[in-house]
């Protein structure tokens, strides 16, 4: 029989940064856990874990850590060098709302088991010297990140590749394609190709789904902001969480793929994070809206600025526009992604700023004056992308626009699709595939390198893995649309 579980218990203390391991394992004993699972994101990005029964784990666990074969990982050490190890974070602890036996997650921290060293392949490690390098700049003494992750929820997925044949098919009830099925009572009620954002139900068909989703981000001690229908037909969604730090701002990230699919799979659903996974209607974007701050003071904000900027983000935008080829190799990390960067579609392509305009790839919201409101959205990344390293990456191109005074380029506040071909040639564009992505990367990542945060060895890792496992072969085998363009040659 399974021990009841009083997640309230734990949830409402455990994410306070002072929290001890005494008191995790205090509060997890008092809450009925029976399980502790370790977790680490690899390079890509996916969490992987392991799990512990709760009497094995001591305060001498936090201190000691875990050991795991890190050749085993995608992204990390050569099996000559496999011995790595897991240090739990107390301050990460929530019970799992989608598991029945009750369970501890426990976010980790990975270091070498001979030096004790940090280990500098561990996107987690990247996103904290990134914080740290902030403050040591004397520019701030934080950066609030803030990402809009979407996502689609579909009722069956199937796809293969082979040598003779290669397909996906997606199906969803509420795909506007289904308006004609006649294998049972046809409800109708779907919304149209980029009509999803905001019709209620029955259009919406899952809306008490995405609820599900909140509350169980909410019991994990995630703040929540909004939950809501997304533009896409074919149940695109997204969930908005309230800004954070830097690094526990990916943390959550990752907490929240994880949620969002589990508790789709719990009640039958499949959810991907895939940036284009459908042709003809909207992608799946993860916008990320920054700020800096010292103390209490919003460093983002002048009343007598352009969209009320100041020159510090003025020039934080700068530092975005120069790099941003270099950027979405890590921000928009595969060769799907650029299946959505492309015009239409409110893709941010253009290499310009703006206010309220979703045609550049640094957008400022207006829908407040305060001071505390103002912030830099970029637009680019999706929620393919590992957060530690696009979020930590976003910082340094931005503190590099500010140390080096880099002004972009005028704002344009028009629809940057419509503009007359004279006036287009002068707006830039992001890169268009994944290997023009790695190749700006490859010449352009120097301010990657400020302060230790990347080192040049995760930086060549990252583009030879990139190269090897995802460009080179997509770009080996047959598309299915090459038949319907070739075959009869």
Not at 143 to 158: D, K, L, M, Q, T
Not at 293 to 314: H, I, K, Q, V
Request: glycine share 6%; proline share 8%.
């Amino acid at each position: 029989m399974t021990a009841t579980l009083d997640r309230t218990a734990l949830t409402d203390a455990v994410p306070a940064p002072a929290t001890s391991p005494a008191d995790v394992l205090r509060r997890a004993r008092e809450a009925g856990v029976q399980v502790v699972d370790v977790r680490f994101t690899d390079l890509p990005g996916t969490w992987q874990h392991f799990s512990l029964p709760l009497a094995s784990v001591s305060e001498a666990t936090f201190a000691e850590g875990l050991g795991f074969d890190g050749s085993s990982i995608r992204g990390f050490q050569a099996i000559n060098e496999s011995d790595m190890l897991l240090m739990p974070d107390p301050t990460t602890a929530f019970v799992d709302p989608c598991l029945q036996v009750p369970t501890l997650s426990l976010t980790c921290d990975i270091v070498d088991p001979v030096s004790g060293a940090p280990y500098s392949r561990d996107p987690r490690y990247v996103a904290r010297k990134a914080e740290m390098f902030l403050r040591a700049s004397g520019v701030a003494t934080a950066a609030y990140f803030g990402p809009e992750a979407e996502f689609y929820i579909f009722n069956s997925v199937r796809f293969d590749q082979n040598a003779h044949e290669a397909y996906y098919h997606i199906d969803s009830e509420e795909g506007i394609w289904n308006s004609g099925t006649n294998s049972g009572p046809n409800l109708g009620h779907r919304p149209r190709h980029k009509e999803g954002y905001f019709p209620v139900p029955p259009v919406d068909r899952l809306q008490d789904l995405r609820s599900r989703i909140m509350l169980a981000l909410i019991a994990s001690g995630i703040e929540v902001e909004v939950q809501h229908h997304e533009v896409g037909t074919a149940g695109q969604a997204e969930i908005d969480m309230r800004f954070s730090t830097l690094t526990r701002m990916a943390d959550q990230i990752m907490m929240y793929k994880y949620i969002v699919k589990n508790v789709c799979h719990q009640h039958g659903y499949t959810a991907t994070f895939m940036p284009k996974p459908m042709f003809g209607d909207n992608g799946s974007g993860m916008h990320v809206h920054m700020s800096l701050w010292n103390a209490d003071t919003n460093l983002f904000f002048d009343e007598a600025g352009y969209a009320l900027l100041s020159e510090t983000a003025r020039w934080y935008i700068g530092g975005l526009i120069r790099h941003a080829p270099a950027l979405l190799a890590l921000a928009a990390p595969t060769t799907n992604s650029y299946r959505r960067l492309v015009p239409g579609f409110e893709a941010p392509i253009n290499l310009m700023y703006s206010q309220r305009n979703r045609s550049a790839i640094c957008r400022i919201p207006m829908y407040s004056k305060s001071p505390k409101g103002k912030r830099v959205e970029f637009r680019a990344p999706d929620p393919s992308s590992n957060p530690y390293l696009t979020f930590a990456a976003l910082l340094m191109a931005g503190l590099d626009g500010i140390r080096n005074r880099i002004e972009p380029p005028e704002p344009m506040d028009v629809d940057l699709y419509e503009l007359e071909p004279a006036e287009r040639a002068h707006v830039k564009s992001t890169p268009g595939s994944l290997a023009d992505a790695l190749r700006a990367l490859e010449g352009d990542h120097a301010f990657l390198l400020e302060g230790g945060v990347f080192t040049p060895d995760l930086i060549r890792t990252w583009i030879d893995y990139k190269r090897t496992r995802e460009v080179d072969p997509i770009a080996l085998r047959p598309h299915p649309h090459e038949f319907f363009l070739y075959y009869d040659c």
